[in-house]
Antibody, heavy 121, light 108 residues
Framework: EVQLVESGGGLVKPGGSLRLSCAAS????????MNWVRQAPGKGLEWVSS???????YYADSVKGRFTISRDNAKTSLYLQMNSLRAEDTAVYYC???????????????WGQGTPVTVFS | SSELTQDPAVSVALGQTVRITCQGD??????ASWYQQKPGQAPLLVIY???NRPSGIPDRFSGSSSGNTASLTITGAQAEDEADYYC???????????FGGGTKLTVL
């Protein structure tokens, strides 16, 4: 059974840092691209960042230069280092797996339950 | 602003058919995937690719695409289908991913 379990969320002041983790199990982690997706309170879903199995990395413009995605295939874990946090980064952060397949057919087939991040002064 | 556009809200009578649409230039090149999200829960993939359903998704959910518009159709909507629905695809560059703003479906 595929499982994704996020941790590391919490309260932080503007300008502060947090590191999120996502522990994966039930599949060959190194074979899949992984993602972070966030959802601000009462708002829609927003893609944050992706990392392929061979560690090609992509970021949304809203976080580029402040957030760093990484993975440890040996520990089957995904990470998101968040620096210079802003109030608008307040959201639930989800870890999500890429289904894979054709480049034309992107989808997230498994999601964790999310970890909340609140940036407040 | 989102590069994929969805109607904010749609309603359907119990047992009737409803179509939820998603518009964007990137949909001329890439398929949309669709997610159902109920309050307090993580999103759930319901449709991906040309018209594929993950295991466990009822066959009343289907997907289609024409030009710059992707559609999710629920044929015979049930009370449990009341939820927010999001489309997702690549952006026009292909490197970034994008979600539509979401559609709140009410089953009357």
């Amino acid at each position: 059974e595929v499982q994704l379990v996020e941790s590391g969320g919490g309260l932080v002041k503007p300008g502060g840092s947090l590191r999120l983790s996502c522990a994966a199990s039930g599949f060959t982690f190194s074979s899949y691209s992984m993602n972070w997706v966030r959802q601000a309170p009462g708002k829609g879903l927003e893609w944050v960042s992706s990392i392929t199995g061979s560690s090609y990395i992509y970021y949304a413009d809203s976080v580029k230069g402040r957030f760093t995605i990484s993975r440890d295939n040996a520990k089957t874990s995904l990470y998101l280092q968040m620096n210079s946090l802003r109030a608008e980064d307040t959201a639930v952060y989800y870890c999500a797996r890429d289904l894979g397949g054709s480049y034309r057919e992107h989808s997230f087939d498994y999601w964790g339950q999310g970890t909340p991040v609140t940036v407040f002064s | 602003s989102s590069e994929l556009t969805q109607d904010p809200a749609v309603s359907v009578a119990l047992g009737q058919t409803v179509r939820i649409t998603c518009q964007g230039d990137s949909l001329r090149s890439y398929y949309a995937s669709w997610y159902q999200q109920k309050p307090g829960q993580a999103p759930l993939l319901v449709i991906y690719g040309k018209n594929n359903r993950p295991s466990g998704i009822p066959d009343r959910f289907s997907g289609s695409s024409s030009g710059n518009t992707a559609s999710l159709t629920i044929t015979g909507a049930q009370a449990e289908d009341e939820a927010d629905y999001y489309c997702n695809s690549r952006d026009i560059s292909g490197d970034h991913l994008v979600f539509g703003g979401g559609t709140k479906l009410t089953v009357l």
